[in-house]
């Protein structure tokens, strides 16, 4: 795993040899933001220092630089990071993918992103699958709002605050 300084705060990664496994979107401290990650990973996990790039898979290196930009407002696109979302199951891995072919700045509805997902009326268990997203950004799971353009919920920390500095 490995810490991404951020102007939102410490954003956390983690990653296979397949690509972006989980990504940790900013607890209150960096502490809190690795302590979630490793309780999601394993508690034998140690972090690479961000800044040795070296000690890092060049496409994490690529995903954190992609993220400083991002958070600081700049344009970004993440449609080429490798994400591994083995542990998904195939309605979720369908909802991720749908999510994905959102472009910057795009928003959908949930029931939208269901039926994009080939999932017509389950956007109910497409808001639950989004949050359990664990690629957050990359999966774009902010760009989800509610029927009628409404913010709608967002489980990651700070809620539906974090979600309107995403968008």
């Known amino acids: 795993v490995t810490l991404v300084e951020t102007v939102l705060g410490t954003i ?27 309780r999601e990973h ?35 696109d993440f449609s080429d990071v490798p994400v591994d979302l083995a542990k998904a199951d195939p309605f979720r891995a369908a909802i991720y993918n749908a999510a994905r072919g959102l472009g910057y700045g795009e928003t959908t509805t949930y029931g939208g992103l269901a039926e994009a997902a080939g999932h017509l009326g389950m956007a109910r268990e497409t808001g ?36 309107q500095k995403l968008l």
Do not use: M
Not at 13 to 37: D, H, I, N, Y
Not at 142 to 157: E, T, Y
């Open 12 to 38: 956390g990664l983690a990653w296979s040899s397949k690509g972006l496994t989980r990504l940790q979107l900013p607890e209150p401290s960096a502490r809190a933001t690795l302590a979630r990650l490793t």
């Open 42 to 76: 394993g508690d034998a996990i140690e972090p690479v220092d961000c800044d040795a790039t070296s000690d890092l898979p060049a496409f994490v290196s690529a995903v954190a630089a992609l993220l400083v930009r991002y958070t600081r407002g700049e344009k970004v």
């Open 128 to 163: 639950v699958a989004l949050g359990r997203n664990p690629v957050a950004i990359i999966v774009p799971c902010h760009r989800i709002v509610a029927a009628g353009g409404k913010l709608g919920g967002f489980s990651a920390p700070g809620g539906a605050l974090t979600k």
